[in-house]
């Protein structure tokens, strides 16, 4: 399975996903797997990173061995059958002292009339003092009246210093999504979440976190910048958990526009003296103040809101 | 260059009509430096926002370069040549100093050519260009960033309204040599609201306005002997000494 692989499987709609949602122009440094409709179209192993199929062929085990440098995984997946519903199960066990990129991602191309729904659980072991980089863009096209549904779950188990940076962007396409993350940190663990979204149409998104900051000066901040346009609709639930001496931080900021519906739940709760907890979530349409500016350097008003929110989902 | 005839404008207020303007007329020619002064609330930033197409007249006609922008948006204004610096410089976040000086510039400037801007108002370029907008920058430094886009917009008209409010002592002195240079590089004309006697100083031309009229006009010469020590001609000292009683 090692080695040299060629795309010559992938057709031309699947790898303009692949670039969406991986940067993928060819095939990439390291390793990788790509799974497009359901079937597994590619992989590539290297002397520190293995990935080997479950049993039941409903996902990969990516076994990442300690002291693993500067090494990247991409586990794309497309789907571009219209129809096609997966469930689809990964687990990362990241040695200890490792530092890797792992770099994931869903496109759906969905250009029939049946919805094409892709589920992904992804579980990640995070070894001791290992440095962990997340990228997970979703991304769906195609203009058919079939829905392009994305539910993607994430666990995290953090041990002892370790470190995860965790950048999930879903900005087009996406007719429903509904994503859950969770998170429990051991002793000196810190993880950063940034969330960018962008719904427009009759779109939904619903985004849950639950982290539990369990070890001694452990350490979380979740991010969320969000833009709801038109009759979209999005759920933002935020949840920290200080069980020590630990410091959580969530942040969820919108833009909404239009006819569209937001609603941000923060929670925060200390179960012990030394948790230090903030929360912080604002709501609001984009400032006229702002729009005047960009016009007064010479842009129209759709030119101004257009980068005011390239901006914020930057 | 810029003519105003005639300009009214008023607001709703209490239910009743508040006129802010008078039938004012007004004309800046090209290459001038003029400065308007004047009590405050008597409709000096108002008259700003006119040029600019933030507000518009109920009465009267606006004249550029032999058009006429009466009916025109902020956006075809500024395309024709009028750049507006505002008194409280708008936060963006997530918009970089250097996207907001390209956008000004209407080119993809390289960073270096950006830095030269943010150089001339006497920030640290390479400490900024990255920056975003937002909360983490100081009033003075939104201040000199607002002026670094009208700078890098480079048109026929800039007009400030109260570059000097909101910003420290040491940031004003700095802010005076930045209008020395402009006024001595530009091609344009530069129209600034302002109170403060060393920016009236440099003014060939100053204006008084008061209830939304038009009290004095003429060269510096004339004007400003008269304003010392009154409201409309400010030491930027002042303040700061009578703080400090």
């Known amino acids: 399975m090692a080695g040299s692989v060629n795309f010559s499987n992938i057709d031309s709609i699947q790898m303009r996903l692949l670039e969406e949602v991986a940067g993928l122009h060819q095939v990439p440094a390291g390793a990788y797997n790509i799974r497009t409709n359901g079937q597994m179209a590619a992989r590539a192993v290297s002397a520190n990173i293995e990935i080997v199929s479950k049993d039941d062929g409903m996902g990969i085990d990516i076994h990442i061995k300690p002291g693993t440098k500067n090494e990247s995984v991409h586990i794309p997946v497309v789907l571009s059958q219209s129809g096609l519903t997966e469930m689809v199960y990964n687990d990362f066990y990241i040695g200890d002292h490792a530092d890797v990129v792992i770099i994931a991602g869903c496109g759906i191309h969905n250009g029939g009339d049946q919805d094409s729904k892709h589920d992904g659980v992804h579980r990640f072991f995070v070894g001791k003092n290992s440095k962990v980089k997340y990228v997970e863009k979703h991304y769906g096209s195609g203009d058919g009246k079939g829905k392009r549904i994305m539910n993607p779950g994430t666990e995290v188990t953090m041990e002892e210093g370790s470190y995860m940076e965790m950048e999930m962007v879903q900005i087009k396409g996406v007719d429903s999504t509904r994503r859950s993350t969770r998170a429990d940190l051991a002793a000196g663990a810190k993880l950063i979440i940034r969330e960018r979204l962008l719904t427009h149409g009759t779109q939904f998104a619903e985004s849950s976190f639950v982290v539990n900051l369990n070890g001694q000066d452990s350490s979380a901040n979740v991010i969320s910048r969000s833009v709801a346009k038109e009759d979209s609709i999005q759920i933002f639930n935020a949840e920290i958990n200080g069980n020590a001496k630990c410091a959580g931080h969530s942040e969820c900021d919108a833009i909404i526009m239009d006819n569209a519906k937001i609603s941000a739940v923060p929670k925060i709760t200390a179960n012990n003296t030394e948790a230090a907890l903030i929360h912080e979530a604002a709501i609001g349409k984009i400032a006229g103040e702002q729009i005047i500016k960009l016009m007064t350097l010479g842009l129209t008003e759709e030119e101004a809101e257009a980068q005011i929110v390239n901006g914020f989902l930057k | ?245």
């Open chain 2, 1 to 245: 260059m810029l003519t105003l005839e005639n300009l009214s404008f008023g607001v709703q207020e209490d239910r009743k009509e508040k006129e802010i303007i008078h039938d004012l007329t007004l004309s800046i020619d090209d290459h001038k430096f003029v400065v308007i002064t004047g009590p405050n609330g008597g409709g000096k930033s108002t008259l700003a926002r006119l040029i600019a197409g933030i507000e518009h007249p109920a009465q009267g006609r606006i004249i550029f370069d032999g058009i006429d922008i009466t009916d025109k948006n902020i956006t075809e204004r500024a395309n024709l040549g009028i750049s507006y610096a505002f008194q409280q410089p708008v936060r963006f976040k997530g918009v970089q100093v250097l996207d907001l000086i390209r956008l000004a510039a209407k080119k993809k400037l390289a960073a270096a050519d950006a830095c030269t801007y943010l150089s001339e108002v006497g920030l640290c370029a390479k400490d900024y260009i990255n920056r975003e907008v937002n909360a983490s920058l100081s009033g003075g430094e939104l201040k000199r960033i607002e002026i670094a886009t009208v700078l890098a917009r480079g048109t026929k008209l800039s007009v400030f309204d109260e570059p000097e409010a909101g910003i420290d002592l040491w940031s004003f002195q700095n802010l005076i040599s930045v209008f020395e240079r402009m006024r001595d590089k530009t091609d344009g004309s530069i129209l600034i609201i302002s109170h403060q006697e060393r920016i009236l100083n440099i003014a060939d031309e100053i204006v008084v306005i008061a209830d939304g009229r038009i009290t004095a006009q003429g060269p510096k010469e004339e004007i400003l002997p008269g304003l010392l020590g009154t409201a409309s001609a400010v030491d930027a000292c002042s303040k700061f000494y009578k703080g400090g009683q």
